[in-house]
């Protein structure tokens, strides 16, 4: 079974950067192939959850448009982890985030909960003023 724990989360300002970061346990399973894909999902106080991005092995990725040309989604093999950082920080950004696993849907990572398997506990991120 995939383990997945997040760090990093914390207080932010407006404007400001905040970067978190997902290990893997199993790495080698989850980065076989480009067949598995790990994602960020945030959720603030009643909402839904909601995608952020995810990456495959080869670093293929993609974003929502949410956090676009604001997140830097990166792979370090060599740690087992998987970094996500949020430039330009509003209040919005504000919630829960959350690691997941999970396949990749026709060689891409699908932006849907339900299909990832294995989830981290999350970490909080609070960006205020």
């Known amino acids: 079974q995939v383990q997945l724990v997040e760090s990093g989360g914390g207080s932010g300002q407006p404007g400001g950067s905040l970067s978190l970061s997902c290990s893997a346990s199993h790495y080698g399973e989850t980065f076989a192939d480009n067949r598995r894909c790990v994602g960020w999902f945030r959720q603030a106080p009643g909402k839904e959850r909601e995608y952020v991005g995810a990456?495959?092995?080869?670093?293929?990725?993609n974003i929502a448009d949410s956090v676009l040309g604001r997140a830097i989604l990166s792979l370090d093999k060599d740690k087992h982890t998987i970094h996500l950082q949020i430039n330009s920080l509003r209040p919005d950004d504000t919630g829960m985030y959350y690691c997941?696993?999970?396949?990749?849907?026709?060689?891409?990572?699908?932006?849907?909960?339900?299909?990832?398997?294995?989830w981290g506990q999350g970490t909080q991120v609070t960006v205020s003023s």
């Open positions: 997941a696993s999970g396949p990749s849907v026709v060689d891409d990572c699908p932006r849907q909960s339900r299909t990832y398997i294995y």
């Open positions: 990456v495959q092995r080869d670093g293929l990725r």
